[in-house]
Structures are given as structure tokens and as C-alpha cells.
């Protein structure tokens, strides 16, 4: 396995869908306000497709378990 | 104020480092000599999101974006535009933001030189600007003349419309002038151009368009190579909507176009079959922007090779090429990727003036197209580093599957909506 990426670029990741700091300006839910906990989980599910997805089971499957819960602290120190 | 809070939120998302000025005026609105000054050539998809991404990590740099346009009109939903179910002004964006906000100083501009010794761009207008480190986004330019007879003047009466705007338009009201039973042809270029599943969701939609208003028109598509971008879900979903009204020839039955006769609306395939068409739309053999190639920043290949983790050019020092310009290991030239590349350009850069260690990176693309307005299909990829350079993540990304529901077609239709909002506020709109 690669190495494990900048943290902040994984953030950097999701801005280009899910808006700016999390806050979606349109039909692709916002991701502001929520805690690491759950954001990992939902990551989690997403990957072993147990969270019905049109496109985030095929993104989640991208990152490794450092990974996600590296993305999930850092979106939910800054993505308030 | 909105503007403020957007900015803190900005601030925030990016992890900016110099928060005593993130809030206050810009670096160029004060005395204080800014630590650094990174100018970006180009207010595109990979430009505009490089210079905002810097100003976001540590505002006390300066940075300076050169573009000529006031506005910016997006490729992406310009097919859409061609459809008739969106307008141009829905995909036009301006950089009121950028320069408010984030506080970059916008010159509208053309680049005319580069010169990396001195590190100095100049510009038409007759300016010079010092850098520290140079972005250069400038897209693509069109290889005039390698289909014989296609210039910039046969470009009026077949167009391209593969640089969004006055070009989409006329295509549109070509569709719009041509008679019921009309035949659209369309010529797609050889790997690698902008956006691999463009031309395949451009037929989609000129055939959204001629089934409703002119359903006895064909669509031919000519086309230079054997395979293409999602393929499978293509040709799927344009049987299904579209029955039998798009034809596709590849290279190997003679689909590649090599000479275009505006005056006769005809182009003539490579082995002399002539094809005449009531509009005719060719899109041409690509390279890097004309201010990339003068620089030196291009190889034999017309495209500019980069460090793959940083992606400063491999042939000039400070020098960051990013978009469609580069060469980016296994990324399409998409607007997406041009985004990705330019918030691990920007990062790179700020870390490299920081006396920071370079981050490991990590890119990502999706290119959503539309069947119908509520038939979307997707190919996504999270992108490492490898041994052969940008490479997909091994058992990740993929196409839409092809066995599914109409809920998962009507899904990414509207995710498609949501993805452009969400970038164009990434870039441009906040
Ligand atoms: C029909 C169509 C549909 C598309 N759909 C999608 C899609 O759905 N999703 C997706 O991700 N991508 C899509 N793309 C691809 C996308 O448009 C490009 O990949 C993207 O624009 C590349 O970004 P860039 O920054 O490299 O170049 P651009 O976005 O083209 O920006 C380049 C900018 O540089 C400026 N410039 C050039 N030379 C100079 C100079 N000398 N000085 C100053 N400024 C200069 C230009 O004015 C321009 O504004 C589509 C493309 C087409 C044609």
C-alpha cells in the first residue's frame, strides 16, 4: 500500500462535491457539523457497500483505514 | 456579510497558517512586503482553484492571477447548453470572489512571456511580474492544420465548441437551423484530448435535443480511436433513449477524419470515404496552451511534463504546470482533475516558500455525463502516487455499474447538478 496521504488534501478531496468547508450548495448532502465518529463510520459503510451509495462506495473503497480516519478528524476540526 | 463567513469557513477548510491576517486585508492591500508572491497564469479550473487554494492556506503570500476573460464559461454543462435545457449564463462565472475575499489580485490579462531565470512573467498589456513560484494553468490549444483544411476559420462553419462560449452557441444554432432528417456529424480526436467522455455525452444531448425536436436526424460520429471513456455505458444508454438515431465509427472501420472541406461541409476519412453532414462539429488534435509551449515548459509530446507529487515542471524550477496542459500519469484531462492538481500544486508551493516538507498526495476525479436530463452515469478514481507515476487506486473508482436501476441513473443525474454547484463554489462562486 501507498503511503498514507496529506490530511488535508484528503479534505481538499471532498470540497470539489460536497462544497466548500462542507457546506453543499446543492443536492450532494453537506458534511459540516459532524464528528469524527461518525463520519469514519459512514466512510466505513460506505466501503464494504453497506450504505446504499450512487458513487461514495466507489470513492470510500480509495482510501485506506488510516486514511479515514485521518479525513474524518480533520473534517470535523474544520469543517464546522 | 456572507463574504466574511465564506471566507472564515474557507479559511478554516484549508487550515490556514498565518491566521493574523486571514481575516484582514489582503497582503497587497497593505505596506508590509508580502513574504512571497505566487503569480497563476489562467482563471480556469486548475488556475482559479490554485490561487485561491494558496490565499486559503496562508494569506500573508501574494498571489496574482493573470486571465484574459472577465468571465469564465465552463465546458462542463456546456453540452448541456447545446441541449437546450441549460443556458449560457447558467455556466458563466466571474471572479468578483476571488479578488474580493480571498484577496488575490486579478489582472485581466494575456501572458505574453515567461522567463524562468529571471523569474518574471510579462504581459501583453506591457506589465511585469516578479514570482516566487509560478502556476501555469492555461488549458489547451488546438493543433490547427493536423486535420488538413480545419482552421480557425473553417472553426465558424463546422465548430469545435470545445473551449465553451461563442463556439457552443453557434453550434447550437446550427442545431437549431438545421431541417428534421438532418445528418449531425461529429469528429472525435485520438487520446489524449479534454475530457475523454465529452463527445460521447455531447451526442447524448444533441440527440436529447433532435428527438424532440427533429426526431428523424441521425448522428454520425467519427471517430479516431477503437475504444472510449465508460464505453459499455454509453452505448447502453444511448440504445436505450435514443434507439437506433446514434451511429458510432471507430478507427479500425475507418473513422478517422483527415481532412475537412468547410465549403462542402464534408470531412474525408483516412482511407478517402467522404461524409456530408447539415452540421458538422470537429473536434481537433490538442496540445498545451500556446504561453506553455512558448516557455519551453512543453516536451515532443506538446504536453508538459511535471513532478508527479508537487507538479512543478521537470524542465523549468518554480515553474507548476497543472490541468490540461500537463502530463499527469493516468488522470483525464477533466475539470475535476485540473482542481485536484491544483489544490496539491498550491500546497506544494506554500510548503515549498514555508521551508515546509512536501505533503503526500492524494488526487481524485469523477466525470459525471448525462444520457438524458435524468440518466446520469459516472467513472470516478482516487489517484497515488506508484512506480508508473498517477495511478488509480487498485479495487476503487470504476464506472457506474451497468446492470442497474433507473433510481441509480436518475441519482448521479441529479448528483451531476450538485457536483457542478459544489465546484463551481470551490473555484469560482464563494
Ligand atoms: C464539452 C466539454 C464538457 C466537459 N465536461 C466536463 C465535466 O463534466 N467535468 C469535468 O471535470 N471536466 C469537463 N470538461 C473538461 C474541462 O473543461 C477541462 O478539463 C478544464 O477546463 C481544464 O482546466 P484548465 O485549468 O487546465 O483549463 P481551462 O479551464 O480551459 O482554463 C484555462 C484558462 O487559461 C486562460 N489562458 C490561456 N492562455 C493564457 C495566457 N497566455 N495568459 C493568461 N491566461 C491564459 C484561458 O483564458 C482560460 O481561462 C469538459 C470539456 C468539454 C469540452
Known sequence: MAQNASPQLLTFSCAGCHGPGGH??????????????????????????????????????????AEIDAVARELATNWK | MVSKLSRRRFTKLAGAVGASSAFGLSACATMEPPKARVVVIGGGFGGATAAKYVRAIDPA?????????????????????????????????????????????????????????????????????????????????????????????????????WRAGPQTLLLRRQLEAMADGGLVIMSVPANPFR????????????????KGNKPRSKILILDAKDNFS????????????????????????????TRAIPGEMTVVSEFGQNHKGAVVNVIPPQFAGAIARNAGLANQTGWCPVNQTTFESTIHKDIHVIGDACL?????????????????????????INGRPTAA????????????????????????????????????????????DRAQRTGEARYAEGWYAAMSQDIWDA
Open chain 2, 230 to 257: 465508460k464505453q459499455p455505458l454509453f452505448q447502453d444508454g444511448w440504445k436505450a433513449v435514443y434507439g437506433d438515431m446514434i451511429e458510432w465509427v471507430p478507427l479500425s472501420k475507418d473513422g478517422k477524419v
Open chain 2, 195 to 210: 475530457c475523454p467522455p465529452g463527445p460521447y455525452e455531447r451526442a447524448a444531448m444533441i440527440a436529447h435535443y433532435l
Open chain 2, 361 to 404: 498526495p492524494t488526487y481524485v476525479n469523477t466525470c459525471y455525463s448525462l444520457i438524458a436530463p435524468d440518466y446520469g452515469i459516472s467513472v470516478t478514481d482516487v489517484y497515488r502516487i506508484t512506480d508508473q507515476g498517477i495511478a488509480p487506486t487498485p479495487n476503487a473508482g470504476g464506472i457506474s455499474p451497468r446492470q442497474a
Open chain 2, 61 to 161: 503570500i501574494h498571489v496574482t492571477l493573470v486571465e484574459p476573460g472577465r468571465t469564465f464559461v465552463t465546458c462542463p454543462f456546456s453540452n448541456y447548453v447545446l441541449a437546450g435545457f441549460k443556458t449560457i449564463n447558467d455556466i458563466t462565472h466571474n471572479y468578483n470572489a476571488l479578488a474580493g475575499m480571498h484577496g488575490a489580485r486579478v489582472v485581466h490579462d494575456t501572458a505574453s512571456g515567461i522567463d524562468p531565470a529571471k523569474k518574471a512573467v510579462t504581459l501583453a498589456g506591457g506589465e511585469t511580474l516578479q514570482y516566487d513560484k509560478l502556476i501555469v494553468a492555461p488549458g489547451i490549444d488546438f493543433r490547427w492544420g493536423a486535420i488538413d483544411g480545419y482552421t480557425e476559420a473553417a472553426a465558424e462553419i463546422m465548430p469545435h465548441a
Open chain 1, 24 to 65: 453543499s450548495p446543492s443536492t450532494i448532502p453537506s458534511l459540516f457539523g459532524r464528528t469524527a465518529d461518525s463520519i469514519a463510520e459512514i466512510l466505513r459503510a460506505f466501503r464494504t457497500d453497506q450504505r446504499p451509495a450512487t458513487i461514495m462506495n466507489r470513492i470510500a473503497k480509495g482510501y485506506s483505514d
Open chain 2, 328 to 352: 499527469a500519469g493516468a488522470m483525464p484531462k477533466s475539470g475535476f482533475a485540473a482542481n485536484s492538481q491544483g489544490k496539491v500544486a498550491a500546497l506544494s508551493a506554500v510548503n515549498a
